[in-house]
């Protein structure tokens, strides 16, 4: 019985928290993001206003994008590329050039530590057999 208890207790243990890699809703990665952004470029109440409401559009597109599965994984990461420009334009009119550039020197570190964490193409992978087997 105890045992029954314990079993049910961790079920709906799990159950509340979600699944594995379950995303937050739009509003809370955007206020994550422009918190981070507050922190990091030292933004304005007014600025952080503006930078949030971005910040917001570009993460209900994203969630809406990455949920279609119709479209093909190339035509995804174009049309992302293509809002991450519009972001950062958006952000352009927003912070000043010392934050600007600061925002795109942190998205860079950001990018290039992705990249380490995946390593270079084809790294790691056996070489190719040989074709007659040996």
Do not use: C, F, W
């Amino acid at each position: 019985m105890l045992s029954l208890g314990i079993v049910l207790i961790t079920a709906l243990t799990l159950q509340a928290q979600g699944p594995k890699g379950e995303e937050r809703n739009p509003e809370e990665i955007a206020k994550r993001q422009a918190t981070k952004m507050k922190k990091d470029l030292v933004l304005t109440d007014e600025q952080y206003d503006k930078v949030y409401e971005i910040v917001l559009n570009r993460t209900g597109k994203m969630k809406a994008m990455r949920m279609d599965t119709q479209q093909e994984k190339s035509a995804k990461r174009e049309e992302m590329k293509a809002m991450n420009e519009k972001t950062n334009a958006d952000l352009k009119g927003i912070l000043t050039e010392e934050q600007m550039a600061k925002h795109l020197k942190i998205q860079q570190e950001h990018k290039q530590s992705r990249k380490d964490k995946r390593g270079p193409k084809g790294e790691g992978a056996p070489p190719p057999r040989p074709a007659d087997g040996q």
